[in-house]
């Protein structure tokens, strides 16, 4: 029985253009890196090289033996693939790298520019959630410099606008701006980001299915205006990708447990809207291809819905793969025809093949088509029902197929995806559907829009919650190698254990292991008191590039100093610590890498006072520690040098600025609040990201020693702007460098570090120790990271 199932050609997957698909895939991505002549060059050398291959295996230039000619037409079509796409990205790269534009943007020229909008403009939040600078993807048609010299041709761009009339704009609208040209962080096909410094001025009207969509957006939006900020902000998200409303917290659990896809328009969206229009057509007894037709109807009035930008055209295209299985009649000319849309995609959009929603996009369908039906038919063999099976298979398959991208792009590997997209299955669909009913029925029912979304809330209530949960469970993600070479890990190791299941015997030792692992370290992870340490006096969380320091209260309470650039990093930091009341929050400076992630601080917690430096600047980060202090109903005032805090273990004093310093280097840092702290005995300093100016000024205006500390945080995460007479005033035991991994800063400065060991400090890093910790031990003290001692200091 098994050989004749192995044998039905229905159950063989159909990998003709497979390599055709990959081979244009990953020549593109080569040429968004690469420039147009070496992707030319490339081009041209692979189809020389078809063509001589073709040639042999017609028997023109021998005769091939009947192996050879099975797998020579592969390496054929994968040649025409790279041929393909090389050639494709290098006609855009030439476009993009174009000499009048980069001379442009390498002058930082001061531009008028007329352009065509590309895509929704898209608000990137801070902490409170409050928009500050919108991001816009628009096509530049013509460029005036300020001494009237013109560019014409149309080129992409990145637009970064504060004025809030450009978030009204819809894609297709055209538009004028003036701003100033700067280079683009390269890797994709924007030849240029303007700093827009005003309003734009529009030409004409959007065209019209933008128009309707903007209605119904903004319809549904009304809709769910009355229902709670988590579900009145994530609905639609889930229907229309719009997630303007959605509050940032709720986003960090989505992004944790694995389920942040349900917050963007995908294949999934339009799977669950056509698959709705499918069951009517079949309760109507509707032939395949009456269903087809009425399902592209549907699909396209869903993309005008949700707007045709570049993703949602791409989702739209992965759904239509069923919807040519389904006309077909065919189940496995759904792969070819997967592998003919990224094919066709890729060459009209290169830039799609460095987008990482397209990538899982391709991953999650091939995973529900190659793994999904095979383990679904397993599950049901072994008695599962039928649906179960289906539920059970089809997001473990989605979710395998994108582990290794999701680890390669976050350093993590989610041990709680699978369990918390399975629980969620029974609500998107509904939630979704219903979603789409309010915002259909809200130009034309107002009241009807409103009700759908309030039954379309409940759903959506339950994903707040499954996410929720999800995101708090301890050990629910684990740390793994990032990029390339994290990706090629999980690949391999995914592919290893497809390949022992298949083995009975194999697949059962492999499942004893996986559970001998699982209930030997999760207990210790659970109950373990290694995290945090006892007796730390200190804590330097791993935040990335910012700073989040954390120093003991009490049991469950603790000074907080600085939040980081993320509400998730400071948050999970402070979970770690068990940390659930915050009597006093320090806002070093107003700078992003500092307050960014203020949002996590508040998270779940009480917060009860927040102090701040009297300079206040920039604007846009003493706006956002305002308004989370407003929300969370903390207190807040700007305290100068001399004030004094104390409570339980913590003594803090504030011990510069000394003066206002203007027309430094950086005046926003070197004004940072100067802390001096003793925490059990343990002198700690935390000088925030003051700079040489601002260290000077201490060690002229302070008392002798004052500045003296066991624990120096090191200011402006190792810059090189440090006075060696400051360090050298302060002589630490230990030094804690809070710094991103694989940052642009060239943080920390290897000079510093160097000085700092040479004068017997033990330097510790955020970005390679994680969180780092400073214990009293005895009359000394020592060092923890993770929970591993690694050393003593007296």
Known sequence: MSAARDSDPREVPDLRLAGLAVAAWLAALAGLHQSAATMATLAAGAAGLAVLLGLYLCGLLGRPAAPVRRYGWIAVAVLLGVVCGAAATAARVAVRDAAPVRALVD??????????????????????????????????????????????????????????????????????????????????LTAAVLSANGPPTRHGVPPWPQRAA???????????????????????????????????????????????????????NVAIVVGAVLLLARWARAGPWTAAVLCVAALVGFVILVRPSPSVVRAAAMGAIGLAALAAGRPRAALP??????????????????????????????????LAPGWRDALRRRGVPVGLAEALAVPAAAQLACGPVIAGLSGTVSLVAVPANLLVVPAVAPATVLGVIAAVASPIWPAGAEFAAWLASWPAWWLVVVARQGARLPGGTLPWPGGVTGALLLTAVSVALLLVARRRALRRLVAVCAAAVVLGTLPVRLLAAGWPPPGWVIVACAVGQ????????????????????????????????????????????????????????????????????????PPFGVSEVRAAARTGGAGLRAVPAG?????????????????????????????????????AGVRILLPGDAETEEQRALLEAAPPGAVRADVLKVAHHGSAYQDPEFLAAVRPAVALVSVGVGNDYGHPNPGLLDRLGRAGARVLRTDTDGDIAAVRDGPGLAVVTGGVPLGRHR
């Open 643 to 679: 004030w004094r805090w104390r409570a339980g273990g913590v003594e803090l004093t504030v011990i510069g600025p000394p003066y206002p310093l203007r027309g430094s280097r950086s005046d926003p840092n070197n004004n940072s609040l100067v802390l001096a702290a003793r925490v």
């Open 107 to 188: 002058e930082r020229a001061l531009v008028t520019v007329e352009l065509v909008v590309r895509d929704d403009p898209r608000p990137i939040r801070g902490a409170a959630g409050r928009p500050s600078t919108v991001l816009l993807r628009a096509d530049l048609v013509r460029l005036t410099d300020s001494a009237g010299r013109q560019v014409a041709g149309s080129v992409r761009g990145l637009v970064l606008a504060s004025d809030p009339a450009w978030r009204a704009l819809l894609p297709g609208q055209r538009a004028t701006a003036r701003g100033r040209l700067s280079a683009p962080r390269g890797g994709d």
């Open 337 to 370: 025809a997967l592998a003919a849309a990224v094919t066709v995609l890729v060459l009209i959009d290169p830039d799609l093949a460095g987008d990482p929603g397209f990538t899982l996009s391709v991953c999650a369908t091939a995973g529900l088509l190659l």
């Open 214 to 268: 903007g209605a119904l957006r903004a319809g549904l939006q009304r809709a769910c205006e009355p229902l709670p900020d988590e579900q009145g902000g994530l609905l639609p998200g889930l229907v229309v990708g719009d997630t303007s409303r959605l509050p940032p917290t709720v986003e960090e659990d989505f992004r944790t447990t694995g389920m942040t896809h349900l917050n963007a328009v995908s294949g999934s």
């Open 546 to 617: 910012g700073d989040a320091v954390v120093l003991p209260v009490a049991a469950g309470r603790a000074v907080v100093v600085d939040a980081g650039p993320e509400p998730a990093g400071v948050d999970a930091c402070l979970r770690r610590l068990r940390v659930r009341e915050v009597p006093l929050l320090v806002v070093s400076h107003f700078h992003a890498d500092h307050v960014g992630g203020i949002a996590g601080v508040f998270r779940g917690r009480r917060v009860a006072d927040v102090v701040t430096p009297e300079w206040s600047e």
